[in-house]
């Protein structure tokens, strides 16, 4: 399928469980990021990556780890989750440069218990 | 660091009228993006409208328009002749056009309900 695919879409965790998100875009993009939403909070950014093996943290990175081997995918992985990691995970991708669309994936609903 | 308030968190809004969403936003660069991005209860998140700092003329797409006041640092987003598929929250979103990092910074949202 083309465009920008995660999975799970659902996922239910235990505390201290390690999860992985994944996140696969069919454009080679150079830009992926991962953001977490939730309510009242709007999108935060947690990762970021500009090309394959070079990533950044954004606003909320503690607790996970991201890693980008190959363009197209961009992994998200929660070591221990924890109760307040539950949340609405969203995956973007964007070509180079700011006036370019970041095209948002379907997203995947976490549940850590 | 940049900062983007949605003051309002609900707003309602009856079929074939007009609505404006404010949005207000901080930051110390001259050039940038601005955009307003929709989701409906499907989550998926849809570019509404997008609108280039340097540029005066406000951005329009079909029933979808903003009033971008740069010095008030403003950036409201008017939907004319509303219909019931514009329920959804709606976040606005700013973008940095310097350097590397091509992040959003989102506000809060603001769910849009509409009136049959």
């Known amino acids: 399928d083309a465009g920008i695919t995660q999975s799970p879409r659902y996922k239910i965790t235990e505390t201290g469980r390690q999860v992985t998100l994944m996140c696969h875009q069919t454009?080679?993009?150079?830009?992926m990021f991962w953001y977490r939403q939730d309510l009242g909070h709007g999108l935060r950014l947690i990762y970021y990556?500009?090309?394959?093996?070079?990533?950044d943290k954004g606003e909320v990175p503690d607790g996970y780890v991201v890693s980008r081997s190959k363009t197209e995918n961009f992994p998200l992985t929660l070591e221990s989750a924890t109760r307040s990691q539950t949340s609405v995970y969203f995956c973007?991708?964007?070509?180079?440069?700011?006036?370019?669309?970041?095209?948002f994936g379907p997203g995947t609903r976490l549940t850590v218990t | 660091a940049q900062t983007v308030t949605q003051s309002q968190p609900e707003m309602s809004v009856q079929e074939a009228e007009t609505v404006t969403l404010s949005c207000t936003y901080d930051?110390?660069?001259?050039?940038?993006?601005l955009f307003w991005y929709k989701q409906p209860p499907s989550r998926q998140m849809i570019l509404v409208i997008r609108?280039?700092?340097?540029?005066?003329q406000n951005a329009t797409e079909n029933r979808f328009s903003v009033n971008f006041q740069k010095a008030a640092k403003s950036f409201s987003l008017k939907i004319s002749d509303s219909q019931l598929g514009d329920a959804a929250m709606y976040f606005c979103?700013?973008?940095?056009?310097?350097?590397?990092?091509?992040?959003?910074?989102f506000g809060k949202g603001i769910t849009l309900s509409v009136r049959p």
């Open positions: 990556s500009a090309a394959a093996d070079i990533t």
């Open positions: 609108q280039e700092a340097y540029k005066q």
């Open positions: 930051t110390s660069e001259s050039d940038y993006y």
């Open positions: 454009w080679s993009h150079s830009y």
């Open positions: 979103a700013y973008r940095s056009a310097s350097g590397a990092n091509s992040k959003l910074t």
């Open positions: 973007a991708s964007s070509e180079w440069g700011a006036a370019y669309e970041q095209y």
